[in-house]
């Protein structure tokens, strides 16, 4: 298998550090592997003997996605990612697992008019902290200190109690869930992985509501997807080599 690791901006040959562990645990481990520039488009080696490789890194936008492949040929190609990587690619298959929600201009304010609360976010990331909104005020409090432009859509999600210190990333590989330590994915979940089938490689984040329910908070590409939880020996042992089986 063939693994792509970002570098430091404009230094190609030098593994952003970020990375270091994991890009010397897939080395050491008989793993091949590269650097990507995203600063510069510029794969290193050059002219890389690698078949169809995975990215390994930080989140890439759409057009630097395609710019890695125009440098290597990728197991995931860019509509593959993105179907992962933006909520809009992923909710409406597996809306019955996670938190009801709407897609919406942030322009739109949600209605706080019966006391409601949500969960704001993007349609990649998060506001951490300040997710959470209960009024009019808190939601244009958000949208100002994170300059969110008024046509961004957003991801306005249902608010739910939860247990805390409950969010556990799993990551699916050929639609086998794996957790850090060998923690089982919940059963009442084990839906979702034929519902997100035939993605190769994606991270879902579960988390348990205070009545005891889990459920989804998100999908992610599981090659931008940081490990939390996980250690990268457990990582590398775990799914890393699944990832070899299944992609020689």
Known sequence: MHIVYPSLPYEPQTIDPMWEAEFQWARNSGIEVALFDTETGKLFPRQSSMGPALYRGWMLTESEYEALEQL?????????YLSSHQAT????????????????LASAQPD???????????VVKSFGADSVVASGAQYKQLLEKHQVAA????FVREFAELKPESERRFFVVAGAAY???????????????ALLAPRLFYS???????SGRYRVVEVGDGQ?????????????????KKLAVVNP
């Not at 290597?72 to 593959?80: E, G, R, S, W, Y």
């Not at 690619?89 to 919406?104: M, P, R």
């Open 179 to 193: 957790g850090a330590e060998q923690k089982e994915l919940p059963a009442e979940l084990h839906p979702v992985l």
């Open 89 to 104: 690619g992923w909710y409406n298959q597996i809306a019955a697992y996670t938190f009801a929600s709407a897609f919406q």
């Open 112 to 122: 706080f008019a019966g006391g409601q609360r949500y969960f704001v976010k993007g």
């Open 72 to 80: 290597t040929p990728l197991h995931i190609n860019k509509v593959q």
């Open 224 to 240: 931008v997807s940081d490990l939390k939880e996980w250690d990268v020996t457990d990582f590398g042992e775990t799914v890393l």
């Open 204 to 210: 879902l984040d579960v988390v348990q509501l205070s």
């Open 151 to 154: 046509d961004e859509v957003l």
